[in-house]
């Protein structure tokens, strides 16, 4: 279990990207965190596994808590923690296969690692991992030579091989074409599902959170201003994720209601529309 509890985070141009956010993710479910830019989604998220050190507040991973660890006990504690980055973070000159095998560097010693020598069983795995994100056959190419999607596979490959008590997902398809996006979003809640992984992910598309996510939580100006499940994202809650509108206890209708169907459809190509910079 992940538990983030009054999470805050003030960079040193003072702005204010967290402001006290707290949220637990468990077990299998994968947890979509949506919202503007500039509304802290991944400045959460690299905290967690402190790329970014948080101000104040606390995360624990089941019973560690990060937050205190030195550097030490923090690489060893990140082994636990998958991470799939927007911009790949792949090694572009290597092999997909060396790339894979990278999520294995924190188990091995330093001289190994040098010289990319891992054990046997960790390049079965890695083969195995391969072949189910759809790259089999694949490993000796360099990623140089790869499409997004491709590139993004290799990813959640180098993820996965670590073995994970969580899997962090910084916008996962932000540089994807729409069906490449559905591909690699079902992969990840696929791979959550069947190796009782939990997975956050910051995402931009809301039409995939939706249609993925077992839970969504929204962000707006470094608050959590909303969790629930899909259906409960209404036009009033995604008013409240993309633009603060408050929600009066008195709102017409019942805001724990799905919108209808046209209605949330023309909110959501509203809120695309926002985020494109069109409105």
Same mark, same amino acid.
């Given at each position: ?85 927007? /911009? ?9 296969? /060396? ?33 189910? =994100? ?22 959640? *490959? %180098? ?49 995939? *959170? ?6 969504? =939580? ?13 259906? *409960? ?9 993309? %633009?603060?509108?408050? =929600? ?32």
């Amino acid at each position: 279990m992940l538990r983030v509890t009054d999470l805050r985070k003030t960079y040193p141009t003072g702005d204010e990207a967290l402001k006290g956010v707290t949220l637990s993710v468990e077990g299998s479910e994968t947890v979509a965190m949506i919202g503007p830019s500039g509304a802290g989604k991944s400045t959460f998220i690299r905290c967690i596994n402190r790329l970014t050190e948080p101000g104040d507040g606390e995360v624990h991973l089941d019973d560690t808590e990060l937050t205190e660890l030195g550097d030490d006990a923090l690489r060893s504690a990140r082994r636990d923690i998958g991470m799939i980055f927007q /911009e790949y973070n792949l090694v572009e000159r290597l092999t997909v296969m /060396e790339n894979v095998l990278t999520g294995r560097l924190g188990y091995v010693s330093a001289w190994k690692a040098f010289r990319r020598s891992f054990p046997a069983e960790d390049i079965e795995r890695a083969y195995e991992i391969l072949e189910r =994100v759809g790259l089999d056959g694949m490993e000796n190419k360099r990623v140089d030579e790869l499409s997004g999607g491709q590139r993004q596979r290799v990813g959640i *490959a %180098r993820a996965v091989i670590q073995q994970p008590k969580i899997l962090l997902v910084d916008e996962p398809t932000s540089s994807l074409d729409p069906e490449t996006s559905e591909t690699v979003m079902r992969l990840l809640t696929d791979i959550a599902a069947e190796r009782e992984v939990p997975v956050l992910i910051n995402i931009h598309e809301v039409d995939l *959170a939706m249609e993925h996510a077992d839970r969504i =939580v929204g962000l707006h100006d470094g608050e959590l201003v909303f969790e629930g499940p899909p259906e *409960a994202l209404d036009d009033r809650g995604l008013d409240q994720v993309y %633009r603060g509108a408050e =929600v009066p206890d008195n709102a017409g209708g019942n805001a724990d209601a799905p919108a209808e169907a046209g209605e949330k459809e023309a909110v959501l190509a509203n809120v695309d529309r926002s985020l494109r910079g069109e409105t």
